[in-house]
């Protein structure tokens, strides 16, 4: 608020070229969702990412990419969860889990919700390994009670990404946790988060039956990194954050021409 009574947070929402979600008022709300504008919502979870990196990196990944893809499509960009399904990561102290059935829960009443004021679409940008089963079922669900198409975005394009830009080679097949790619990822997205002089590699042996059969990350890895990333770079982070912005713009795109000839107009806010 300045001194002469005008709140400028609240006009930069309103020129913004999407609607922030933390900012705007119900009115703009409304116009949003009888426009039939595309609604993104982040997802991540808070969990441990090694000594170097904080326990909020995937909100903060998928927040940014979500920032990205609402700044394109003109999408109202709806507030981060902070809360994931992070049981495997549950043994590392600071981490907070929820429930698979939780996870599951709190989308589908987000979508009932959004359905109540006219939307019929929504996009998950997921940041999580763990959320991915309860975010799929909640958008099946959310389709069948709901009559809203939900997609789920899970960093599409990653490993071909990944196999251009970094290094070091991942500690496991498709799997990236507090290594080259997070931490630089976390350079772009919010570099006062991490401490490169905590940064050290670790590639721990997986068991014979993982994944297939679930396992407490901290009887895998004793520092919770998997990988290594030390060679992380903003640079690296921004061009990872490219290439995965364009492959989820692609995604997206798609959904929004099939959900627009399958879903219904919106209604009119009650």
Same mark, same amino acid.
């Given at each position: 608020?300045?001194?002469?009574?005008?709140?400028?947070?609240?006009?930069?929402?309103?020129?913004?070229?999407?609607?922030?979600?933390?900012?705007?008022?119900?009115?703009?709300?409304?116009?949003?969702?009888?426009?039939?504008?595309?609604?993104?919502?982040?997802?991540?979870?808070?969990?441990?990412?090694?000594?170097? =990196?904080? @326990?909020?990196? +995937? #909100?903060?990944? %998928?927040?940014? /990419?979500? &920032?990205?893809? *609402?700044?394109?499509?003109?999408?109202?960009?709806?507030?981060?969860?902070?809360?994931?399904?992070?049981?495997?990561?549950?043994?590392?102290?600071?981490? =907070?889990? @929820?429930?698979? +059935? #939780?996870?599951? %829960?709190?989308? /589908?009443? &987000?979508?009932? *919700?959004?359905?109540?004021?006219?939307?019929?679409?929504?996009?998950?940008?997921?940041?999580?390994?763990?959320?991915?089963?309860?975010?799929?079922?909640?958008?099946?669900?959310?389709?069948?009670?709901?009559?809203?198409?939900? /997609?789920?975005?899970?960093?599409?394009?990653?490993?071909?990404?990944?196999?251009?830009?970094?290094?070091?080679?991942?500690?496991?097949?498709?799997?990236?946790?507090?290594?080259?790619?997070?931490?630089?990822?976390?350079?772009?997205?919010?570099?006062?988060?991490?401490?490169?002089?905590?940064?050290?590699?670790?590639?721990?042996?997986?068991?014979?039956?993982?994944?297939?059969?679930?396992?407490?990350?901290?009887?895998?890895?004793?520092?919770?990194?998997?990988?290594?990333?030390?060679?992380?770079?903003?640079?690296?982070?921004?061009?990872?954050?490219?290439?995965?912005?364009?492959?989820?713009?692609?995604?997206?795109?798609?959904?929004?021409?099939?959900?627009?000839?399958?879903?219904?107009?919106?209604?009119?806010?009650?």
């Amino acid at each position: 608020m300045t001194g002469d009574g005008v709140d400028k947070g609240a006009e930069q929402a309103r020129d913004a070229p999407f609607p922030d979600g933390e900012r705007i008022g119900w009115q703009q709300a409304r116009d949003h969702l009888t426009a039939g504008k595309p609604i993104i919502l982040p997802w991540g979870a808070y969990e441990q990412h090694g000594p170097h =990196l904080p @326990l909020a990196t +995937d #909100t903060a990944m %998928a927040a940014e /990419l979500a &920032l990205r893809l *609402a700044a394109r499509f003109g999408a109202w960009l709806l507030p981060a969860i902070g809360y994931g399904e992070t049981a495997n990561n549950a043994g590392f102290p600071g981490t =907070l889990s @929820l429930s698979f +059935d #939780t996870v599951r %829960a709190i989308l /589908l009443d &987000l979508c009932a *919700a959004l359905a109540r004021h006219g939307a019929r679409r929504l996009i998950v940008v997921n940041g999580d390994f763990g959320n991915q089963a309860p975010l799929k079922l909640a958008a099946r669900q959310a389709r069948q009670q709901c009559d809203v198409s939900v /997609l789920i975005v899970d960093y599409p394009g990653l490993e071909q990404a990944a196999a251009e830009v970094l290094e070091t080679r991942p500690a496991a097949p498709g799997f990236y946790h507090a290594d080259e790619f997070e931490t630089s990822v976390m350079l772009a997205a919010a570099p006062d988060s991490v401490r490169m002089d905590r940064a050290a590699p670790e590639y721990p042996r997986f068991p014979p039956t993982y994944p297939a059969l679930f396992a407490e990350l901290d009887t895998i890895s004793a520092s919770g990194v998997f990988g290594d990333p030390r060679p992380a770079s903003a640079e690296k982070g921004r061009a990872l954050l490219d290439a995965l912005t364009r492959q989820a713009a692609t995604l997206i795109t798609e959904f929004l021409a099939e959900t627009n000839q399958t879903t219904s107009p919106p209604r009119r806010p009650e």
